[in-house]
């Protein structure tokens, strides 16, 4: 059976993961903004390649499924 300890320590283990979740998904959040921003201002070659990687974060770290890069998003009005 496992100890009280074991359990507290399996908790904390849980709690730091979903806090390290979290802080990343808040930089992808932060690094969206900064690709709508260099998009919007014509830096594209710029906001592609961050998107590029913001793909590869999502896709090969998270287990999140891709976002389309800037000039691939459909404006919906």
Known sequence: MASRNDKQRAENVKSD??????AAEDALQQLDWAIG??????????????AKNR???????MDRP???LPD????EA
């Open 17 to 22: 993961t979903e806090k390290y979740r979290q």
């Open 37 to 50: 921003y260099l998009h919007g201002i014509h830096k594209t070659d710029i906001s592609k390649a961050l």
């Open 55 to 61: 793909s590869f974060i999502r896709r090969r770290l």
């Open 66 to 68: 891709e976002e389309p």
């Open 72 to 75: 691939q998003q459909t404006s």
